[in-house]
């Protein structure tokens, strides 16, 4: 076997976190509820996990969660409602086959799919700065369109100013990945510098968010002097490339212009607050809606959804607003998790940088993000447990040497 064990569920983990989001399958559409249960159905093939000890936290998480969607089906009758956990119910299933060396393959692979990724998405932005067209386009999922620069994929573009977002349908989600596995590094003790490639690498999505998390990444960091030096001389060349490509403008006007605050007291890039006023009106006139969600549609068509309402995703109210209590529970659940972690340790202020990005994309209960949010709530448990020694959350399986390629 060319593969071992590890490294076929690190490669399934990574296929199913981070590449089924791409808005390329819907393209050709493939529909991720059927490739999710076609990875089910090859995991449980391959792996025999009938054959395994399935341990009563996961076994019950699962169980819990599709008696609960079960509640807003009836109440909606759409027996869709408990189909549509197959999403974090799989991802449950997945950490409960991995161990110590499967959590350092995936971290493995993963970072080299970000720097792969990322890399792409410097050389779309230089392509287009130098006033490069795109190849073609696609339309996203909610029907505007990506188009691909050669390496990359972005839906927004000012002049010849691209925001790049590699395979994903907009940068916010290519830096929420690169912050994500950034955290996964941190936690498994990985090497300062990659992570610091990859966050300053991030940058070229010209995200607030990602600054939000880099800054609290920086402040969890043990900057002894051996890695600052490392981690500046990494940083550097990047810098520089930046000031050659006329890149402090693009800073000032396009990232750092849109924290500035207009004549209304308001920021200029956020995007985000008047949908949370909205949602919370919705609730406010609508109080069914915190158990059962806006509409079944806000569930399963957003466009129906958007017609119907006004918009109120993409924010910490929408999950409560739109699909009700008993849908987003796991959300609420992982952020309170994240968010409070900092108490045990300044090591696990990347936990609540990680929540703070869980705040403006709230999709724990969807396709890849699921096991992505999942990976760093158990990662972040699992590190508080072990300083007082309790029972492990994740077997220890075969040697760790894997974590020093990285």
């Not at 691209?162 to 994500?180: N, T």
């Not at 998390?213 to 043990?222: F, Q, S």
């Not at 002097?225 to 060349?237: M, Q, S, Y």
Request: aromatic residues 12%; contains cysteine; hydrophobic residues 50%.
């Amino acid at each position: 076997m060319l593969l071992s064990r590890p490294q076929i569920l690190a490669l399934v983990m990574v296929f199913y976190g981070l590449v089924m989001i791409s808005p390329l399958f819907a393209h050709f559409s493939v529909s991720g509820t059927a490739l999710t249960f076609g990875l089910l159905g090859a995991v449980l093939i391959l792996f025999r996990v009938g054959d395994l000890e399935v341990s009563r936290l996961f076994l019950y998480l699962g169980l819990t969660v599709f008696a609960l969607l079960c509640i807003p089906g009836l109440y909606w009758m759409d027996p869709r409602y408990p189909l549509s956990g197959i999403f974090l119910v799989f991802s449950l299933l997945l950490l409960q086959l991995t161990d110590e060396l499967t959590i350092d393959w995936f971290v493995t692979f993963a970072t080299a799919l970000m720097l792969i990724l990322l890399i792409g998405a410097v050389i779309g932005f230089v392509l287009a700065l130098n006033g490069v067209s795109p190849l073609f386009e696609i339309a996203n999922t909610d029907g505007r369109s990506n188009h691909f620069y050669y390496t990359t994929f972005s839906k927004i573009r000012w002049g010849n100013i691209i925001r790049p977002s590699a395979i994903y349908d907009e940068p916010g989600a290519l830096s929420f990945m690169v912050c994500a596995i950034a955290a996964l590094r941190h936690l498994r003790g990985r090497d300062a510098r990659i992570t610091w490639l990859m966050l300053g690498l991030g940058f070229v999505t010209l995200s607030l968010a990602h600054l939000v998390y880099v800054l609290i990444h920086a402040m969890a960091e043990r900057l002894r002097a051996r890695n600052f030096i490392g981690i500046i001389a990494t940083i550097l060349p990047l810098a520089l490339l930046v000031v050659y490509f006329g890149g402090h403008e693009i800073i000032e006007k396009r990232l750092l212009g849109r924290i500035s605050m207009t004549e209304t007291g308001q920021i200029v890039g956020d995007n985000r607050s008047w949908r949370m006023v909205n949602a919370a009106k919705h609730m406010d006139t609508h109080p069914e809606s915190i158990l059962f969600g806006a509409d079944s549609s806000c569930r399963f068509d957003q466009n129906t959804c958007k017609k119907k309402f006004e918009l109120m995703g993409e924010n910490p109210l929408s999950p409560l607003a739109l699909h009700g209590i008993f849908v987003s529970w796991p959300y609420y659940l992982a952020l309170l998790l994240l968010i409070t972690a900092p108490l045990f340790g300044k090591q696990f202020l990347v936990a609540a940088g990680f929540g703070a990005l869980l705040l403006q994309r709230p999709y724990i209960v969807g396709i890849g993000y699921s096991l992505i949010t999942l990976l760093v709530v158990m990662m972040t448990i699992e590190r508080i447990a072990a300083r007082s020694g309790p029972a492990r959350l994740i077997p220890v399986g075969g040697s760790r040497s894997v974590g020093e390629l990285t």
